[in-house]
């Protein structure tokens, strides 16, 4: 690891690419969140954090499937490559709460800070792999992952790897964009997501801007494997939706918790 550019960082991964931190990334997402069994994805957390409470029993999981336009490199670049081949990812992320342990959601989120744990995280290349697991911890494996991208929807599938693409099925999400531009959110967001790397509990920053929807569930399907959907107490009634064809995001090094 070495000193970049204007307060940047260059990390070599052991894939033999280099990269900088933060992280600059364009992509197009979907995703939805549904009910899950609070019980389930505590047993899930690391110690320190708590699933975010949503009624009594009741938490809920959100599922994305992303399709990377660009990784790496620099936005105001507008002619070079990424660091990284695109890829496509998707995420099973557990809305959580750090020091909220309280059965009320009111006075979780009153006492604590919300960010997304990452439970698992599928991708489509090795140096993606890389990439998650040496710098941030994120739980990255290799499967097959389809995604349609389209303008009437987005869609995403995921499978187990295997040579002969035949993978079970593990998921199949749909997302469809919202009819109007109405709910379409062009602020800067800033997002939190936690990780465990070498016994630490990481809280990493993600700057986020673009055309992302956020709306009720219609137009949104999701299926899910009865081993994941045990695994996570969810349902699979989508009970929000979220998509976004233009997005960008500036995700930075991660940093240890500490003692919470």
């Not at 389930?40 to 009594?56: K, T």
């Not at 992303?66 to 620099?74: A, F, L």
């Not at 557990?94 to 995280?121: F, K, M, S």
Request: aromatic share 6%; with cysteine; glycine share 12%.
């Amino acid at each position: 690891m070495h000193p970049g550019t204007a307060g940047r960082t260059r990390v070599a991964l052991s894939t033999g690419h280099e990269i900088d931190l933060p992280l600059e990334l364009e992509f197009a997402m979907g995703g939805v969140t549904v009910p899950a069994r609070r019980d389930r994805l505590e047993a899930l957390l690391p110690d320190g954090l708590s699933a975010l409470a949503v009624a009594p029993g009741l938490s809920c999981v959100t599922f994305v499937g992303i399709r990377y336009h660009r990784v790496g490199g620099r936005f105001d670049d507008t002619e070079g490559d990424g660091a990284l081949e695109p890829y496509d990812e998707f995420a099973v992320i557990v809305p959580a709460v750090r020091n909220g342990r309280t059965d009320a959601p009111i006075a979780q989120l009153a006492g604590g800070e919300v960010g997304g744990y990452v439970h698992w995280l599928p991708v489509t290349t090795d140096a993606s792999v890389a990439l998650g697991r040496e710098i941030w911890g994120y739980p990255k494996e290799r499967a097959d992952i389809e995604i349609d991208d389209g303008s009437q929807r987005f869609q995403c599938v995921v499978a187990e790897d295997s040579d002969d693409g035949r993978g079970r099925e593990r998921v199949r999400l749909a997302v469809a964009p919202p009819r109007t531009r109405v709910g379409t959110d062009h602020r800067e967001r800033t997002l939190w997501s936690y990780t465990t790397k070498d016994g630490d509990l990481l809280r990493t920053r993600a700057e986020i801007w673009g055309e992302i929807a956020l709306g009720t569930p219609i137009g949104a399907t999701l299926e899910v494997d009865p081993e994941l959907r045990a695994e996570l107490g969810c349902r699979p009634r989508p009970i929000a939706r979220l998509s976004g064809s233009r997005v960008r995001a500036r995700l930075h090094p991660g940093e240890p918790v500490g003692d919470v």
